[in-house]
């Protein structure tokens, strides 16, 4: 599974990929509802029921692939079979894709669109990505790693030269789009991949009956030729659909497309706090008709069942959450502007976290040259950071700086392993004596770990202060 497939010959082509045209049977999707909500129980009793309604082969596709494109995904079983259906038996590599997609991106756009002044989202899957993600399924280590490609991400797309990452889809779907990434993660594998329409998320978050999240600051911005208006405060709120995808889709401000994968991680970590609460699942049944009509993916019924059983049975502190490393590209240096891979950055994120094999030799980063960035929650003005600075610096870190404030407030200090160090934010942890460990990327971009203080700190400051004075 560690190393890309490469049996797909010639170019591929979006407009290749044909619908099934059929949907499936509703006595199916209500034995799926019933084997969803047993995994969710740990029933075994409707896991059975579950395998022995479906083949082992059916798929969840909206369209087809042709054999080419679909030897570009490993084939072997990922789940056991009988009773342990929903037991994953080897590490998955999950291809995550949001789709974008408007009237001229498709051949045939829905009639109802014509006439209008505007261009409204369509349901269909031949756009361009604006959402990517890895997420791999380690059963034996009880993680989920999940890993943001930028949609601006520089590369090869193969037969259509250097271009942004994002039009893998367009030139030849989730194929084209499996082989990109992989080249860009060092040859990693792929073993299966799900689509979602944008107009499937708004309806998945109603579905789930919305989401609480802390807006960092007011949003705003319209487009009237797409009719997308975006209007938020800043604040803690429970979001519905639509202002969900507000903020998921916002990224005018200084960090464009980076800022908005940083508030996507933030609105996933609310997700799955609030999907692991029982009380959530008695929507299933809305929310399996929302995925239905909105995903296409080559993921069997059990193998998606599989899936949600292990996420539901992981420990949240073993969800992590990485963005692929890279820079800015500067004014002039393109045609049009890019995130830029950081090839060795990337390496060694795969080692490390994704069980890719490395073909470099990684070299052990000095602690102590951690960039450290710390970011204030409770309104404490910058001469009240000296203590924590100092206690960094006495502990023998170098390089400290302040970076701008956490907008949210925060009751205990995240230490955000921005760069995917969770030993180095552990050893940080220790050295001050508070704090939570996070593993994700939303603190500051140049750091390796990001210290948002919260009200904890407060009540450890006045300790620091002794503990520097010896």
Not at 93 to 115: C, I, R
Not at 381 to 402: C, F, H, M, T, W
Request: aromatic content about 6%; proline content about 4%.
């Amino acid at each position: 599974m560690t190393s890309q497939r490469t049996s797909t010959e010639g170019n591929q082509s979006a407009n290749a990929s044909k619908s099934r045209g059929k949907n499936p049977k509703s006595g199916r999707w209500l034995w799926f509802w019933v084997g969803m909500s047993g995994i969710a129980m740990v029933s075994a009793t409707a896991g059975a029921l579950l395998a022995v309604s479906f083949s082992s082969s059916t798929p969840l596709q909206q369209n087809e692939l042709s054999p080419q494109e679909e030897a570009v995904f490993d084939s072997d079983a990922i789940a056991g079979s009988g009773l342990r259906f929903s037991e994953l038996t080897r590490p998955v590599n999950l291809l995550v894709m949001g789709m974008s997609v408007l009237p001229p991106d498709v051949q045939n756009p829905p009639s109802e669109t014509k006439n209008l002044r505007y261009l409204p989202q369509v349901n269909s899957f031949d756009g361009l990505s604006d959402v990517m993600l890895l997420v791999q399924f380690e059963p034996e280590k009880k993680k989920i790693a999940m890993l943001s490609i930028p949609r601006d991400t520089r590369t090869e797309i193969e037969g259509y030269g250097t271009r942004k990452i994002n039009a893998a889809n367009v030139e030849g779907g989730p194929a084209l789009t499996a082989k990109t990434v992989s080249n860009v993660l060092g040859g990693t594998g792929i073993d299966r991949y799900i689509r979602i329409n944008v107009l499937g998320v708004e309806k998945l978050i109603d579905a789930l009956g919305g989401v609480t999240v802390y807006i960092p600051k007011d949003m705003k911005y319209r487009d009237d030729s797409q009719h997308l208006y975006i209007n938020l405060k800043a604040g803690k709120q429970h979001l519905n659909g639509n202002q969900a995808l507000q903020l998921l889709r916002f990224r005018h401000d200084e960090l464009g497309d980076i800022g908005r994968i940083q508030r996507q991680q933030m609105v996933i970590r609310a997700l799955i706090d609030q999907s692991l609460n029982p009380m959530t699942w008695k929507e299933l049944p809305k929310i399996l008709n929302v995925v239905k009509d909105n995903i296409d993916t080559n993921l069997t019924v059990e193998e998606l069942v599989a899936l949600v059983g292990f996420s539901v049975r992981t420990n949240r502190s073993n969800m992590q959450m990485f963005m692929l490393p890279g820079r800015f590209s500067e004014n002039g240096e393109f045609d049009a502007s890019y995130w830029i891979p950081n090839k060795r950055g990337i390496n060694k994120l795969m080692a490390q976290h994704f069980g890719v094999e490395s073909t470099s030799e990684q070299q052990t980063t000095d602690p102590t040259n951690l960039r450290i960035a710390i970011q204030d929650s409770t309104g404490s003005d910058r001469s009240q950071l000296r203590p924590l600075i100092k206690a960094l610096e006495k502990a023998g870190y170098r390089n400290v700086y302040v970076y701008k404030p956490w907008s949210e407030p925060l009751e205990v200090t995240n230490i955000i392993a921005q760069q995917g160090d969770g030993d180095g934010a552990e050893s940080i942890r220790s050295s001050l004596g508070f704090g939570e460990v996070k593993i994700e990327s939303t603190g500051s971009l140049d750091s390796d770990i990001s210290i948002q203080l919260g009200k904890d700190w407060l009540q450890k400051k006045d300790l620091l202060d002794s503990y520097n004075s010896f």
